[in-house]
């Protein structure tokens, strides 16, 4: 997959060139091995704000390396941090901001552990724990060296450290204004697992894979200050790299997190190092025969249309509904948030209960196990002793298997446990039930 770096060419409109298109080929081929005497004098005078002058072969200027605050949570911010820990080109001190331990499962009987919290303790780095409410969160400041170090000077009138980075991955929380103006607006970075600006918002790879889209990506973004009043949202900064990655017929949530997470840790690298360095570089552009300065930059998204939001999943989300949804739809459904909730036919006993089901397939058509349902009506079921498996029938006339399931407030089953359950309550009729309705008409 070839890399989109967005670069600017001085006196000329902002361009997004990709590392493996042919234009940026020819454009690696073709560097000039030497700079004019002026542009090597420019590269040497400039040391300013923590600039350190380095005369290499094409004259690139480079900084010190960066003092970075790294916030985060889950396993998708664990490997970008690795990425970045892993640079050590790119970093003199690495600090991590992550979320406090919550109590969850019945009645608190299990400690959710922040992952990222683990992993930088595992590797001695200083971990600093954020408060659990979003109100404390707000008042809250990391510690020095982010924060200034004369307790009288507010964080409006700081003069953010050059050298200071802030980067965001999987992160949860929207990041106040007082901690933002405590770095420099170019270097507030967050990695976004979409191709933005489709897709803003806490779940955008649950929603891609929804959504049945064929392709997705990720970003490295500049982060702003989120306000509704002035119609600032999330995930709308500025786009440094993008890297896509076409989506597979069977891909499930915890397959894309990975891959995305590894191309977005090393996209995220890339853009620090260019940082770092200037990239103030020659080249030659075959197509005018000018040599133009590169330098990295960012260019701003497209406007975000209402389809392409991707808001946090919800028990609605995971609700299935057998006359609406198809086979294909359902199991692309649990493929997607099937990690984090379980898929719920609601009321679908007798008594109001419902039943969760999980190991989901959509059964081709002309598949030997199509005749055994027949022109079944969405929500039959019946257990096929050949597959192991209770089909159900869905819309659209398709079909969809079943591995697993788990009735409310009891233990998770086979199919085959299951439905010898159902059986033993005399709610199946003629070797079939339906969901959602009472027992006469599963006839």
Known sequence: MSTLIATQKHGSPTLLFSSGSTRARSLRATRVQRQTSANLSNCA?????????????????EREPFTILFFGRDAFSCKIFKHVYEARDIWHSLQIATNPDVKTGRNGSRLDISPLKTLGRTLGIPVHIIPKEKAA????????????????????????PRSHVLVTASFGRILPSSILSL??????????PSLLPAYRGPAP???????????????????????RREGKTVDQGGIWAVERMAIGDDATFTDMQNNLAEKGGKCLVQVLRDMLRGKV?????????LANVIKAHCIPQAPLGAETHAPAITAADSTINFEAQTADVIARLERAI???????????LPG??????????????GSPLTPQMGNARPGRAR?????KQLLVACAGGSLLSVDRLQTQDRAVLTAREWWNGLKGMGLVKDGTFTFGYPLEDSM
């Open 183 to 192: 770095f420099p607006e170019s270097q507030r970075l967050n990695v976004h």
């Open 137 to 160: 969160f707000r008042r809250w400041l990391p510690p020095r060296p982010f924060t200034p170090s004369n307790p009288n000077t507010t964080t409006d009138a700081f003069e953010p």
């Open 205 to 227: 790879i649950q929603r891609a894979l929804m959504a049945a889209e064929r392709q997705t990506g990720v970003c490295v973004i500049q982060m702003g200050e989120v306000s």
């Open 45 to 61: 005078g400039d040391t300013d704000n923590g600039l350190v002058s380095r005369r290499g072969r094409f004259g690139d200027y």
């Open 383 to 387: 257990y096929s002793s050949t597959a």
């Open 281 to 289: 570089c020659l080249y030659v552009f075959l197509f005018c025969h």
């Open 352 to 365: 109001g209960r419902s039943v969760s089901i999980a190991g989901l397939c959509a059964i081709p058509p």
């Open 338 to 348: 099937g990690h984090q909730r379980a898929l719920s036919i609601p009321l679908a």
